[in-house]
């Protein structure tokens, strides 16, 4: 009998734990299910989404490292407070400046040619690195890198959306 109650307390406590994590995923997208500045669905990418909080209350949701770098130059004049990202595993949002993260330039990421995962756990990440290749980095070398490929990043999806506006069933037909 008390196991049966005690396995009947770790299962409720179990489906608890489970349904918070994904009303935390759900209420961020809910909230900004699309990003700002590319578009790209905020669900089908939860495993790079960001979320900024700035000091004025104000908060935007992107979907990649990518978007966010974007974001914080066009608003220089305000204060990031947090800066959320998605744990590439869980698809939990995490302090993105205390996340390990995880960068691979032989590999795409989210809006860029050079693939950037925030990992919550640094043995995670170093898991990850053994498995996929890449190597650890820090927020800062994420964001520094982001800037720094800007200009290829956005050449790659210029031509990618130049190339799906040519395509039967691309995202908008050729102007004849």
Excluded at 118 to 136: M, Q, R, S, W
Aim: charged residues 25%; aromatic residues 8%; contains cysteine.
């Amino acid at each position: 009998m008390k196991r049966q109650i005690i396995s009947g307390f770790l299962m409720l406590v179990f489906f608890s734990v489970g349904s918070l994590t994904l009303a935390q995923t759900q209420d961020d997208i809910s909230a900004t299910p699309s990003c700002k500045y590319c578009g790209m669905d905020r669900l089908k990418f939860a495993h790079s989404r960001m979320v900024i909080e700035y000091d004025d209350g104000t908060k935007v949701g992107v979907c990649s490292l990518h978007c966010a770098a974007i974001d914080l130059s066009l608003n220089i004049d305000k204060t990031p407070k947090t800066l959320w990202v998605a744990d590439y595993n869980t698809k939990h949002l995490i302090d993105a400046e205390k996340a390990t993260w995880v960068m691979d330039p032989a590999k795409p990421g989210v809006m860029t040619r050079t693939a950037k995962w925030a990992i919550a756990k640094k043995e995670d990440a170093e898991k990850f690195t053994k498995e996929n290749g890449g190597h650890l980095a820090t927020f800062e070398n994420c964001l520094q890198a982001a800037y720094e490929g800007m200009y290829a990043d956005l050449k790659m999806i210029r031509d990618k959306r130049q190339a799906m506006k040519t395509k039967p069933g691309g995202h908008t037909t050729k102007a004849q």
